[in-house]
């Protein structure tokens, strides 16, 4: 006796289900965790996604030299591009603004985010993961954040403290 | 032509040094031409059988260009030293009439030039906090229901330049030119999230794009929408410059949000802190601190007409016509100056007007050939009216860069010349 209504029930129910999944045109293929991963490169400030791998100042030094330096100058001094490091104490009051990863970054995940995604200029994405801790290792040592013997990774970066880390503050619209 | 008379309520003064009423001039039979000063010169002895008459046209084209007198409406571009295509190229808006802009003149801004997609090997990635990631291809969004828009694009940097203490001599495209507005057509991005099954603790969007930058930008979730996943630009596929295949388009959302050569969305509880939202698009502040996540394009105006590089030919009736905007919704009212800001006499704004896209306004004006200072003012649907510059400079101090947004001052001197000033 149960079973015809509890039957048309099922039916009835696969049946809305199936006006649902109709409703939308679901044309997206499911992507694999392995697809992901390779695209998925950017960091959060927390160092969530930041990968395995490792650089000091000394080793990034030499990676700046080679890749860096001819559009940002000796020791992130910039020009002819932007200028890497310096600028304390420029931020408050009425003159210039000098706006470097030392002066002004709030996070140094950032970094290395945008050096691997970007750096250097001319060829993306050509830098390995371990010449890509090194530079930021070399760029936060020049700014004096981090210590000379410091050694950058997934576990030390997300740690460091940049001086404009407070800096922000959310905009709210004011009529 | 039949000429006007000043008299009558037709054209009574509506505000200081010339200012018209908004429906002067708009009877029928007072055309423009003839109105702008003394009655033209031609006479009969011009009137001739032109060359262009005395045979055939040329032949059909794949795809039309302008007239080749129209040589001077391009875009003025600048890229970082040492690069061809990390920049930005701004609109001619000086030279340009209605609200929407020619595909060919939108401005752009690179940050690693213009990458030439394969449009079949392009993918749209939606991951992070989803019940399904999910890959889509061209083919596979072109099955979705698309909607259409129209919508303003401004940089979030446009009229940076207004923020220092000099005014500097530019034109409306060195002051405006980051701004643009074109008819956009996509599939909602909202409708792609719900396949993919946001989860619950997902507030923030990553968009990033396919350049050699992989620029990339946080997006707060409520920005989905009204965001669509956007396929054609007034009509034709988006052009390269512009995100193609695909880009994200964000009504009222400053420009760089707007990612192009869009390939990924990742949703995430809290922002990424990109370098472009944390180094740049932040606004410093003469305490130190910056006010960061300044997202929509807070209400604006400028006269396009006549602003620097035009020189008025003599006294005369001259129509004021220019662009008014808001990133919060529809424009509600311009009104405009010719003194400096002393009286405003309330602009027509010309139909349609449309939330988030720019809106042009008019207003006749009886230039005395005498001193003058031009001057916008926009109110946006919430009653937000557009500040000063020096309610903002007061606010914000000289080096804010981005989101500059106040009333815009073009002077125009005894032989009809416009310039740029601080009033």
């Known amino acids: ?175 | 032509m039949n000429r006007r008379r000043s008299t009558g309520s037709a054209t009574e003064a509506a505000a200081g040094n010339g200012l018209l009423d908004r429906r002067s001039l708009l009877a029928a039979g007072a055309g423009s031409v003839g109105l702008a000063g003394a009655p033209s010169a031609l006479g009969a002895a011009d009137l001739s059988i032109e060359p262009w008459m005395r045979e055939p046209g040329s032949p059909f084209t794949g795809y039309g260009q302008p007239s080749r007198f129209e040589s001077k409406t391009v875009r003025t571009s600048a890229s970082a030293p040492g690069t061809t295509g990390a920049g930005a190229s701004r609109t001619p808006l000086q030279r340009l009439n209605g609200t929407i802009t020619p595909n060919g003149l939108h401005f752009e801004r690179h940050h690693s030039g213009i990458p030439d997609i394969d449009p079949d090997a392009h993918r749209l990635l939606i991951h992070g906090l989803v019940n399904r990631p999910l890959l889509f291809t061209l083919e596979a969004l072109a099955r979705y229901p698309m909607e259409t828009r129209i919508a303003f694009i401004e940089c979030g940097g446009n009229s940076g330049a207004l923020y220092q203490k000099e005014a500097a001599q530019l034109d409306l495209q060195a002051s405006h030119g980051l701004l643009s507005c074109a008819e956009w057509t996509g599939v909602r991005l909202a409708l792609l999230l719900e396949e993919a099954g946001i989860e619950p603790q997902a507030r923030w969007l990553l968009a990033e794009g396919a350049d050699a930058a992989g620029m990339s930008r946080s997006v707060p979730i409520k920005a989905a929408d009204e965001a669509l996943v956007a396929l054609y630009q007034n009509g034709e596929r988006v052009r390269p410059s512009n995100g193609y295949p695909m880009r994200l388009l964000l009504p009222g959302y400053e420009g760089n949000m707007n990612v192009k050569w869009l390939r990924r969305i990742k949703a995430t509880e809290g922002p990424t802190m990109t370098k472009d939202e944390t180094s740049k698009y932040t606004i410093l502040l003469p305490s130190g601190k910056s006010l960061q996540f300044v997202f929509p394009i807070e209400t604006k105006s400028v006269i396009a007409y006549p602003s620097p590089g035009i020189t008025l030919p003599g006294a005369g009736i001259y129509e004021i016509s220019g662009l008014a905007w808001s990133g919060y919704g529809k424009i509600s009212q311009v009104e405009v100056s010719a003194d400096g800001g002393k009286s405003w006499a309330p602009a027509a704004l010309r139909e349609p007007v449309l939330p988030k896209a720019l809106t042009r306004f008019r207003l006749p004006w009886r230039w005395d050939g005498g001193p003058a200072v031009l001057q916008s003012r926009a109110t946006d649907g919430s009653g937000y009216v557009q500040p000063t510059r020096d309610a903002l400079i007061t606010e914000r101090g000289s080096r804010a860069t981005y989101h500059f947004n106040g009333i815009t001052s073009w002077a125009v001197g005894e032989h009809g010349e416009v310039r740029h000033v601080y009033a």
């Open chain 1, 1 to 175: 006796m149960s079973t015809p209504s509890s039957m048309i029930a099922a039916a009835i129910i696969a049946l809305l289900s199936t006006t649902a999944l109709a409703e939308t045109p679901d044309q997206g293929r499911p992507a694999a965790p392995e697809e992901i991963a390779l695209w998925d490169t950017s960091i959060g400030p927390d160092g969530a996604g930041l990968p395995p791998g490792s650089g000091t100042p000394q080793q990034g030094e030499a990676v700046y030299a080679a890749r860096c330096l001819p559009c940002h100058g000796e020791k992130g001094a910039g020009k002819p591009n932007d200028q890497l490091v310096g600028g304390l104490g420029t931020l408050a009051g009425d003159q210039a603004a000098v706006k470097t990863v030392g002066s002004f970054w709030p996070y140094a995940t950032t970094l290395f985010d945008y050096v691997r995604r970007a750096m250097p200029f001319n060829a993306p994405k050509s830098l390995s993961d371990d010449e890509v801790y090194a530079v930021c290792a070399y760029i936060l040592r020049l700014n004096g954040i981090i210590e000379e013997r410091a050694v950058m990774s997934a576990q030390t970066l997300p740690k460091v403290q940049m001086p404009n880390r407070d800096g922000f503050m959310p905009f709210s619209r004011q009529k």
